[in-house]
């Protein structure tokens, strides 16, 4: 505001100090006299007129723009954002970069485009790994159809394990369909609802009972000595919680390995633990466990999808709390703190 008012001022100025200094000519030189010959007054007057007014608006013109030049060069990146150029920061000219307003307006454009393009890298990501985890299945189902189709000499044993083959990855898909819409659903939830107050001690107890023919095929022994404790929360997200890191930690325990849970309780949390004797999670891969579609064994030898941490972490968040993961000497704990308010 200051800037422009600053301007408009120099401009109404500069074109009283011309207007000034042309009648000041005219009356030093006698040129202004009454009765004159050469001018008459009213003609003078009227070309002065003329004259300011086309200066003044030429200067306008020319100042206006310079004035104007740090919001265009704003709309302009703008502009390139709305485009889809996620990548566009806004950069002000030497000198002006320094001004507290240039730089809070910088700053905060930049921070928003940044914000986008990590958006847009996740999204183009998500839509890869999407893709891909899909598409293997697929082909295998499709080429053991085929083989069934066209190779009449196979044995039924042969038969069989193809069959057996296209069912499992059917289940497969199907399971990671249902995964990725309930993940997207949680995503997409800002309000935690259907809060009720219920027994997480017995909630746990009854997920260990449905897992129960996973963790005695894995001969793991339990150690799942907890009290009784109540929590406020959606308990239907909560159960996908537990079964998910117990289901984990079946998995990644090792043959006669143990399975241990906690319940520990802080005047503010609700702290349950999930820990397992066996593969541990390598170092540079603790970062990334989250993500959707990661999992540390690239070779994808242990069954999975990589979306079940993902599902973990966004239940967990939109009960306010958070999943905190070690990982060392064997064995693997997931911590899940859950705040009581
Ligand atoms: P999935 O289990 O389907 O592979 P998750 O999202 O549940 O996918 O887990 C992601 C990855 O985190 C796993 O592939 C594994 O590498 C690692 N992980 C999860 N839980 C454990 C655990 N209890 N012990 C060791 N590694 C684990």
């Known amino acids: 505001m200051i ?21 000041l000519y005219l009356v030093s030189h006698d040129l202004l006299t009454p009765g004159e010959a050469r001018l008459r007054p009213e003609g003078v007057i009227f070309r002065m007129v003329v004259w300011s007014c086309a200066l003044g608006t030429l200067l306008s013109v020319l100042f206006g723009r310079i004035s104007l030049y740090p919001i265009n060069r704003v709309i302009d990146a703008m502009n390139r954002l709305a485009h889809g150029d996620f990548k566009t920061r806004l950069v002000f000219p030497a000198g002006l970069d320094r001004h507290p307003t240039a730089v809070e307006v910088s700053d905060s454009f930049n921070h928003m485009a940044e914000e986008l393009e990590k958006t847009e890298m996740l999204r183009s990501d998500f839509v890869n790994h999407f893709s891909h985890e899909f598409k293997t299945p697929i ?4 080429g053991f159809a085929d083989l069934l189709l066209e190779d009449g000499r196979m044995t039924e044993e042969e038969r069989q394990e193809y069959l057996r083959i296209i069912s499992e990855e059917s289940h497969r898909l199907s399971d990671m369909a249902t995964n990725v819409l309930n993940l997207t659903k949680i995503e997409n939830q800002t309000i935690l609802t259907d809060v009720t107050v219920f ?19 894995k001969e793991l022994s339990l150690d799942v000595d907890f009290g009784e404790y109540q929590y406020s929360g959606n308990r239907e997200l909560l159960k996908q919680v537990w079964l998910n890191l117990i289901d984990n ?16 309780e802080t005047p503010e949390d609700l702290i349950v633990s999930v820990s397992d004797t066996g593969t541990e999670i390598p170092r ?15 070779s994808h030898a242990t069954q999975g999808n990589g979306i079940g ?3 973990v972490k966004a239940i967990v968040e939109l009960h306010g709390g958070k999943v905190i993961p070690s990982s060392g000497g064997g064995t ?3 911590a899940v703190v859950l705040p009581k308010k």
Do not use: P
Request: with cysteine.
């Open 199 to 217: 027994n997480v001690s017995e909630q746990i107890r009854s997920c260990l009972l449905l897992l129960e023919s996973k963790w005695t095929e």
């Open 332 to 334: 693997t704990v997931f």
């Open 249 to 264: 930690a079946v998995k990644f325990a090792d043959q006669g390995g143990t399975l241990k849970i906690g319940i520990t």
């Open 139 to 142: 082909v295998s189902i499709a």
């Open 284 to 298: 540079e891969s603790v970062g990334f466990i989250f993500n959707k579609f990661y999992q540390a064994d690239e």
């Open 3 to 23: 800037l422009f008012s600053a301007v408009t001022f120099l401009f109404i100025f500069i074109t009283s100090l011309i207007a000034a200094g042309v009648l």
């Open 309 to 311: 941490l993902s599902i």
